[in-house]
């Protein structure tokens, strides 16, 4: 499965790759995003365009952070022929796991969030918050798609306060 996919960094230099197939717990995906070991960074936006290689299609977000955490906001995957959102939830508004599944998360401190150590949501009251210090956890939904159809995916993540050891993975399969 290679899948093109097209980074728009905030700064709106455009960079193309080919990402490679990876295996994120048993989902076969195609990392979108990979941080590692980044500064303190505020509400950066990650867009990226693919290929749906399914008629369903599993967006991963994936964390760690060993002195402090990670925030996740205003997070779409629309259809590039549609327009249609496909993403549910997608500004963690509901308050709840309607529509997101987490895993592995141990810390009563991940989870959906109105603020953290004074940090605010991007945009809206709530947004996705991982504390997560010792293992990799983080969220995914599952999203219908059409085989072959394009799709573009967007979402602010920001790492406020860095760390030695902090890692962001986003990945689909």
């Known amino acids: 499965m290679t899948i093109l996919a097209a980074l728009l960094t905030s700064t709106t230099d455009l960079q193309v790759s080919t990402a490679r197939p990876v295996c994120a717990g048993h989902i076969q995906s195609t990392v979108l995003l990979q941080l590692y070991n980044t500064p303190n960074q ?27 955490f990670w925030t996740l906001d205003q997070v779409t995957m629309k259809d590039c022929t ?22 592995s998360s141990i810390y ?10 004074s940090w605010p949501p991007y945009d809206g009251y709530h947004f996705y918050l991982d504390v997560q210090y010792t293992t990799v956890d983080g969220i995914y939904q ?11 995916n967007s979402f602010f993540l920001a790492n406020p306060l860095g760390g030695n050891v902090s890692v962001a993975i986003v990945s689909v399969g």
């Open 142 to 152: 599952n999203v219908p798609t059409i085989l072959g159809r394009n799709y573009s």
């Open 82 to 103: 549609t327009n249609i959102e496909q993403i549910n939830d997608g500004g963690f508004e509901w308050d709840g796991w309607t529509y997101w599944t987490p895993y």
């Open 42 to 68: 505020s509400y950066t936006q990650y867009s990226y365009v693919y290929q749906a290689t399914a008629n369903v299609m599993t967006l991963i977000f994936s964390f760690l952070n060993e002195q402090n």
């Open 108 to 117: 009563y401190a991940s989870g959906i969030s109105i603020g953290h150590n």
